[in-house]
């Protein structure tokens, strides 16, 4: 318990700043967006989003299993996205997971903890949210590394990522419509309970990797 | 002196026997003692066309008696509990019950079929366990729950609560740690929040 005693936010009045507009953005856009494609968008069609979202990104998701040292799963993400992009109509159709394949999520952020390193100064990044120093740089080395991306890039369809990355966002923001009101909602200063469930969040996704090892 | 020591030993094996069993037997009391809370509340407070007011009311009897209030006030306060008087604390504390009934209440209104599946219980320190559960949710994704409960004579009471990782009173103790900051450290500061904080609450 004693890692929490620290705020870990050196940088506080600046994210505070960047919290803000975030939170304006937020308020005037993402948000109403976000309740709109949940009130218009039946369960099924937003079901085949988060799928095809999901299924684009499988090769991140493969590299940071190689990378992490996990062959069983990188195995298990490279048969999914061989068995969703043909049977599943191009990714909109999860058709490993009723297969007895599950989905498992990994970003760079999660490896390089799993190297060792720790997860620097809280950060809160414009649009993007709640960080840390360790996460965007993780951010970054995948937006610089994402096949999809490079392809569409040296194609000269920038287009494309951005859609991409619009899409996915607004699925995100959809899926955490309920839990960050909840958060917004029992909190005195929303900044902080933020900052605090953010923080405990990664290190538990990163721990619940370790220790499914039973190793490191 | 065989005859003593296998009687020693005799005596060692069924105390410690016993005392296995105990352990075993309360272990698996936690995981009951957090079962049938979730059954009374689902019987109690998440049942349909209920006045406002009176799930508010069946939820802060539930939540007064499982929840561990003093302890909870405690750690979030942190080092602040220390300087604060017993006014002080005792306006706090109440100020801390209606912020909870009152976001709990609200969840409960919204209750959508949602069911608690127990899984492992674990002993944590001296007197605590660990209830591992999930949240079962028609079509989305189940949600990672853990109880902290402490032994309270006959029964338990809840400590902490653990969703995907992050837990409520360490989450609670930074959220007010940081008002107290932003108060210069004052809790009639901190408290003036609160109230604002449970008006709010109340009107929406």
């Known amino acids: ?216 | 002196m065989l005859n003593r020591r296998s009687f020693l030993t005799g005596v060692a094996a069924v105390s410690f026997g016993l005392a296995h069993r105990s352990a075993w037997a309360v272990t698996g009391d936690a995981g009951a003692f957090i079962q049938s809370l979730a059954e009374s509340a689902m019987n109690t407070v998440a049942v349909k066309d209920l006045s406002d007011g009176e799930r508010v009311n069946r939820f802060r009897t539930l939540f007064v008696d499982t929840f561990d209030l003093p302890e909870i006030s405690r750690f979030v306060l942190g080092r602040y509990w220390r300087a604060a008087n017993d006014g002080q604390k005792a306006e706090f504390q109440k100020l801390f019950e209606d912020i909870q009934v009152y976001t709990w209440t609200r969840r409960f209104k919204e209750y959508n079929g949602e069911t608690l599946e127990l899984g492992s219980v674990k002993p944590e320190g001296d007197a605590d366990f660990i209830v591992d559960s999930q949240m079962k949710r028609a079509k989305l994704a189940p949600i990672n729950v853990s109880w902290r409960v402490r032994r309270a004579a006959e029964t338990f009471r809840i400590l902490d609560i653990i969703v995907e990782g992050a837990s409520m009173a360490i989450t609670f103790r930074s959220d007010y740690g940081a008002v107290l900051s932003s108060q210069g450290g004052k809790i009639d500061g901190l408290l003036d929040v609160m109230r604002k904080k449970v008006d709010q609450l109340k009107l929406g």
């Open chain 1, 1 to 216: 318990m004693a890692e929490w005693e620290q705020v870990n936010d050196p940088l506080e009045p600046m994210n505070r700043t960047i919290f803000e507009f975030n939170q304006a953005v937020d308020k005037a856009l993402l948000k109403p967006v976000a309740q709109g494609y949940r009130w218009a968008v039946p369960q099924f069609g937003r079901d085949r989003v988060r799928d095809f979202v999901r299924n684009l990104r499988a090769p991140v998701v493969f590299v940071n299993d190689v990378l992490q040292g996990e062959p069983d799963r990188a195995m298990q993400t490279l048969m999914r996205f061989a068995f969703n992009t043909g049977f599943g109509i191009g990714g909109l159709i999860d058709v490993a997971e009723p297969g007895g394949i599950p989905y498992h999520d990994e970003d760079f952020g999660q490896t390089f903890a799993v190297w060792g390193i720790g997860e620097g100064p809280y950060l809160v990044l414009p649009i993007l949210g709640p960080s840390n120093a360790r996460d965007g740089v993780g951010l970054a080395t995948e937006w610089l590394s994402d096949p999809f991306n490079l392809y569409m890039d040296r194609i000269g369809q920038d287009w494309a990522i951005w859609t991409r990355a619009g899409v996915a966002g607004l699925e995100k923001r959809e899926r955490l419509l309920d839990t960050l009101d909840e958060i917004e909602r029992s909190s005195l200063d929303y900044y902080s309970a933020l900052r605090s469930t953010y923080r405990q969040n990664r290190a538990a996704e990163v721990k619940n990797k370790l220790d499914a090892d039973g190793q490191r």
